[in-house]
T-cell receptor, first 111, second 120 residues
Framework: ELKVEQNPLFLSMQEGKNYTIYCNYS?????LYWYRQDPGKSLESLFV?????AVKQEGRLMASLDTKARLSTLHITAAVHDLSATYFC???????????FGTGTRLQVTL | GAGVSQSPRYKVTKRGQDVALRCDPI?????LYWYRQALGQGPEFLTY????????KSGLPNDRFSAERPEGSISTLTIQRTEQRDSAMYRC??????????????????FGEGSWLTVV
């Protein structure tokens, strides 16, 4: 059974600082997803990582995937308050795109 | 539609009543998923459709839960004889699945705003 773990669960950081969220998964997965969720809102897709060594960047966020280590990272560069949200990673099993989500990392960026 | 649409957005029901939650996926999306999300947790898979075929229902908690997508578009998640433990956010998602050169191509899965169910 696929298990996905994120750490940290909660992250408070100052504006302008850099930090990384880690996502470990327990078995082979075809794809790794990152989502953002604002309070009371739906999940917004950030990245879909398809292969070992994949790196994608959007603004201050960069995601990478190491399938051998079963690890994905979400790196935040020079954080700004607008990035405050909960970030979820999710991995899939098989071809059916059934996603298993981590418990989420609640990011709080302070001014 | 522009996004995945769910209704009702909020539903309060008495224990023992049946409820039906509706999902209208993004137009043309082949795959449709139902997830349940408890407060402070990540979404938990319930079931999945490709067109009208239910491909995986392994996440449905028990036989009080069922889902259908009869014409390959709109889907309904039905919970019979609701219990308080069924209270949660129920989210629908859809994706334009495609298969290229023998492998699944990358695709984004789009989530709806959810239906918040409270059983009293």
């Amino acid at each position: 059974e696929l298990k996905v773990e994120q750490n940290p669960l909660f992250l408070s950081m100052q504006e302008g600082k850099n930090y990384t969220i880690y996502c470990n998964y327990s078995t082979t997965s075809d794809r790794l997803y990152w989502y953002r969720q604002d309070p009371g809102k739906s999940l917004e897709s950030l990245f879909v990582l398809l292969s070992n060594g994949a790196v994608k960047q959007e603004g201050r966020l960069m995601a990478s995937l190491d399938t051998k280590a079963r690890l994905s990272t979400l790196h935040i560069t020079a954080a700004v308050h607008d990035l405050s949200a909960t970030y979820f990673c999710a991995a899939n099993t098989g071809t059916a795109s059934k996603l298993t989500f981590g418990t989420g990392t609640r990011l709080q960026v302070t001014l | 539609g522009a996004g995945v649409s769910q209704s009702p957005r909020y539903k309060v029901t008495k224990r023992g009543q049946d409820v039906a939650l509706r999902c209208d996926p993004i137009s043309g999306h082949v795959s449709l998923y139902w997830y349940r999300q408890a407060l402070g947790q990540g979404p938990e898979f319930l079931t999945y459709f490709n067109y009208e075929a239910q491909q995986d229902k392994s996440g449905l908690p028990n036989d009080r839960f069922s889902a259908e997508r009869p014409e390959g578009s709109i889907s309904t998640l039905t919970i019979q004889r609701t219990e308080q433990r069924d209270s949660a956010m129920y989210r629908c998602a859809s994706s334009p699945t495609w298969f290229i050169f023998g492998t699944w191509a990358g695709n984004t899965i789009y989530f709806g705003e959810g239906s918040w169910l409270t059983v009293v």
